[in-house]
């Protein structure tokens, strides 16, 4: 796990730096690499993220919500509907097989939330599957081919 973070750091870094696009948060791309094998996670991740910003964009026109107390509250609104999805969406299958509809960490779904804000949310969710993706490459060839679970 360590090492998808740290690479993830680096490829975040250098995905910002060439091509000014945030990959969801310096974390995310990492995190991301480490459940690429459930897609369904990374659905219930996007799905959450997704949620919160609408939440913030509605609350918004009520409230007065800039600056770092619009960072606070995307984590924190982000923090409450990743909860939500870790028990309310685990589905049990025929055969003992689970599939888990829900977000990954606690504050991965603020950060990709935040950065959706910012920068929009085709181009946030695009870098994040490309960085992902690449982390998850670079990952498979520092392990010698071994699928890093």
């Known amino acids: 796990m360590m090492q998808s973070v740290g690479l993830g750091l680096v490829v975040s870094l250098v995905f910002s730096e060439t091509l000014g696009l945030a990959a969801g ?3 995310v ?3 991301m690499a480490l459940m690429i094998h459930d ?9 959450v993220s997704l949620l919160t910003y609408y939440t913030i964009m509605l609350l918004s026109n009520y409230m007065f919500i800039y600056g770092r107390r ?30 888990e509809f829900q ?19 085709i181009q946030t ?3 994040m599957i490309v ?3 690449f982390v998850r ?10 699928v890093i679970a």
């Open 70 to 99: 619009r960072t606070v509250m995307i984590i924190i609104v982000g923090f409450l509907y990743g909860w939500l999805s870790r028990q309310f969406f685990i589905f049990g299958l025929p055969g003992g097989i689970s599939l």
């Open 25 to 27: 948060g310096m974390v």
């Open 125 to 127: 969710l695009t870098t």
């Open 29 to 31: 791309p990492g995190y």
């Open 103 to 121: 977000a990954i960490g606690f504050i991965i779904p603020g950060l990709i939330a935040n950065w959706m804000e910012r920068q929009g949310i």
């Open 137 to 146: 490459l670079l990952l498979i060839i520092f392990s010698g081919g071994e």
């Open 131 to 133: 960085a992902a993706i």
């Open 39 to 47: 897609p369904w996670r990374i659905a219930g991740t996007i799905a």
